[in-house]
């Protein structure tokens, strides 16, 4: 039994990290149109940060991507909120509070949510090669993203 049960964490870590992935196209709070496949063509990794309005450790990451990495930096950052019954107008006043320039994606039904995040915890985030591979998640706020993210932004 316990043979099977590290068979399959050692299975599900291997498919996590090596697997592709879920691409999705959808429109920004701005109005634009986003995909992640158009956007990986741009040669750089995308960080998809899935948060919602009323998660403080949400939007402590939101706030340190956008002191840490800048507008310039060597990863595209695209944050999806996933609250449920919240609309545009709910969601402005938070970006405008904390000056939020990543584009957002309003996910409410939980369509690319799911796609990435079976337990639906939040904050959680996703690191994206330019050749669209998952290269890490990270469940809660978490320094080490941070710093991950920071040698993406000194090797540009």
Same mark, same amino acid.
């Given at each position: 039994?316990?043979? #099977?049960?590290?068979?399959? %964490?050692?299975?599900?870590?291997?498919?996590?990290?090596?697997?592709?992935?879920?691409?999705?196209?959808?429109?920004? #709070?701005?109005?634009?149109?986003?995909?992640?496949?158009?956007?990986?063509? @741009?040669?750089?990794?995308? #960080?998809?940060?899935?948060?919602?309005?009323?998660?403080? *450790?949400? #939007? $402590? &990451?939101?706030?340190?991507?956008?002191?840490?990495?800048? /507008? $310039?930096?060597?990863?595209?950052?695209?944050?999806?909120?996933? $609250?449920?019954? @919240?609309?545009?107008? $709910?969601?402005?006043?938070?970006?405008?509070?904390?000056?939020?320039?990543? *584009?957002?994606?309003?996910? *409410?039904?939980?369509?690319?949510?799911?796609?990435?995040?079976?337990?639906?915890?939040?904050?959680?985030? %996703?690191?994206?090669?330019?050749?669209?591979?998952?290269?890490?998640?990270?469940?809660?706020?978490? &320094? @080490?993203?941070?710093?991950?993210? @920071?040698?993406?932004? /000194?090797?540009?």
């Amino acid at each position: 039994m316990k043979a #099977l049960a590290l068979l399959s %964490v050692a299975l599900f870590c291997s498919t996590v990290f090596s697997a592709q992935a879920p691409t999705f196209q959808s429109e920004t #709070l701005s109005g634009a149109s986003y995909s992640l496949k158009e956007k990986l063509k @741009e040669g750089k990794p995308v #960080l998809v940060s899935f948060w919602a309005t009323w998660c403080q *450790p949400c #939007l $402590d &990451e939101l706030n340190s991507l956008k002191t840490k990495l800048g /507008k $310039d930096s060597g990863v595209e950052v695209i944050a999806v909120n996933v $609250d449920t019954s @919240e609309t545009s107008s $709910d969601v402005r006043p938070t970006i405008r509070l904390h000056s939020i320039e990543f *584009p957002i994606i309003l996910d *409410p039904t939980h369509q690319i949510f799911a796609k990435y995040n079976a337990t639906k915890a939040v904050p959680y985030s %996703v690191l994206i090669s330019a050749k669209g591979e998952i290269l890490a998640t990270y469940a809660g706020y978490s &320094e @080490e993203m941070m710093t991950k993210l @920071e040698t993406f932004k /000194k090797t540009k």
